[in-house]
């Protein structure tokens, strides 16, 4: 097998064949095959795409680049969820204790964040003391006794996508469905899952702008997951604006315990509970999605799902008295200042990704990966598109450890718009399964 005659058969539109797929990435992670062919191949990928069946190969070719994580030994079944990414995205810390109030298994491994805020980890370690780094014993014993465990990612999952995303990413090829969902999903599988809930963004602040790509790649990864065995279902949700108020790690960590106190942003907790409602219903709770978000919804309300992220964060060697006193436990900035409008009407307009970038000037996230988090750093929105505001009165409060620039106001006067009227965007766009 030659890596030139696989590069022409997909220039020539033809599908590649499963051994085919498998000889290409396993060459390609050994290093047999140089990144310009590998290029090539991305780049003929991009334009001619690839079928469902070429897509499932990719997939399960990623997967076995590298180590496979073994949850077998975790008693029901793991669902796992993914989100494309977005702009004060906290969903993750209260899905976990919110699904596992409810008997299914959380057991999930979670990045550092690049960009505009922290991933999961960043934020929980937000907590004094929790702890990310456990063995998969460890971890394993900790769902299976709490149901609920969030760790940093370890071991060599998927060698050959971390190859292949940093080739795409100055290929000018990050932008093929294929290689998206066959990126993410093999993560997703390598990682144990027995069932996958995917979160697909569109809009402003996030990497799909309009509905009918986010729709093309969500129904390509709830393609390959069932193809490989995976029972998966995906959510298109709205990031034209960010999800609920709190922008930064610290105080996505407060928003997140008021959601679990039933308290929480609107927006935020009616994305838990539909995303919350599919995991809960994979996981064999409820006859219908009606049912287990009915269940979601009165351990929101009764004290279930604080509990449980109480003995989460317990059990992680983190403070547990943060469900009780956020702010007495959580980091504190140095800083503070609130941005006043400067006419009064309705918030008609929030860019969301500028409104990220603003918070990654704060500290609140990282431009590179050497970058240093500051925890305590953010924005907390006080309106959001929709609501009406009086000049002079607050729209965000900025907080930083760092004197707090103009450059970083302006920049947030710039991309909240005030106008006569507005139309609040829809929160839900579409759900595939």
């Not at 022409?8 to 085919?20: F, I, P, S, V, Y």
């Not at 609920?148 to 999952?157: C, I, K, R």
């Not at 066959?182 to 509905?211: E, P, Q, R, Y």
């Amino acid at each position: 097998m030659r890596m030139i005659d696989l590069i022409d058969k997909k220039q020539h539109n033809q599908a590649l064949t499963e051994d085919e797929i498998k000889w290409m990435i396993t060459n390609y992670t050994s290093e047999a095959i140089p990144d310009y062919q590998m290029s090539a191949m991305a780049m003929a990928i991009y334009f001619n795409g690839m079928n469902n069946e070429e897509r499932s190969a990719l997939t399960m070719a990623i997967v076995e680049s590298g180590e496979q994580i073994d949850l077998s030994s975790i008693e029901g079944v793991k669902v796992d969820k993914h989100s494309t990414g977005g702009v004060g995205d906290t969903t993750t810390l209260i899905l976990a204790p919110l699904v596992a109030s409810v008997g299914v298994p959380f057991a999930k491994m979670s990045g550092r964040g690049l960009g505009h805020t922290g991933g999961t980890i960043d934020k929980l370690e937000a907590i004094p003391g929790f702890n990310v780094e456990v063995s998969q014993e460890r971890f394993v014993e900790l769902v299976n006794k709490n149901k609920v465990a969030v760790v940093g990612q370890s071991g060599n999952l998927t060698p050959a996508d971390k190859k292949l995303y940093a080739l795409r990413d100055v290929t000018g090829t990050v932008e093929s469905i294929p290689l998206i969902a066959s990126s993410i999903m093999s993560k997703k599988i390598a990682a144990g899952a027995d069932a996958i809930v995917l979160d697909v963004k569109i809009g402003a602040g996030a990497f799909m702008k309009n509905v009918e790509q986010a729709k093309e790649l969500a129904e390509t990864m709830v393609n390959i997951g069932e193809a490989v065995g995976r029972n998966t279902m995906a959510v298109i949700s709205d990031m034209s604006q960010p999800l609920g108020n709190a922008i930064g790690n610290g105080l996505e960590v407060k928003e997140a315990i008021d959601t679990l106190k039933g308290n929480g942003p609107a927006d935020l907790t009616e994305l838990c509970l539909v995303l919350g409602s599919q995991m809960a219903y994979l996981g064999g709770v409820g006859s219908s999605l009606e049912e287990a978000r009915a269940k979601l919804e009165e351990n929101l309300h009764n004290g279930k799902a604080l509990a449980v992220f109480k003995t989460f964060v317990e059990a992680q060697g983190g403070d547990a008295t943060v469900a009780d006193d956020p702010e007495g436990v959580l980091p504190k900035a140095k800083y503070s200042q609130d941005v006043l409008a400067k006419e009064s009407g309705k918030v008609s307009e929030i860019v969301a990704d500028q409104i990220g970038i603003a918070a990654m000037m704060l500290g609140a996230g990282r431009e590179t990966k050497e970058s240093d988090i500051d925890l305590a750093a953010g924005i907390y929105m006080h309106k959001k598109i929709g609501d009406a505001v009086e000049k002079d009165e607050a729209l965000v409060t900025v907080y930083s450890n760092k004197e707090i620039k103009e450059e970083v106001i302006t920049k947030i006067l710039n991309n909240i718009k005030v106008a006569e009227s507005a139309e609040i965007p829809t929160l839900i766009h579409e759900i595939i399964q």
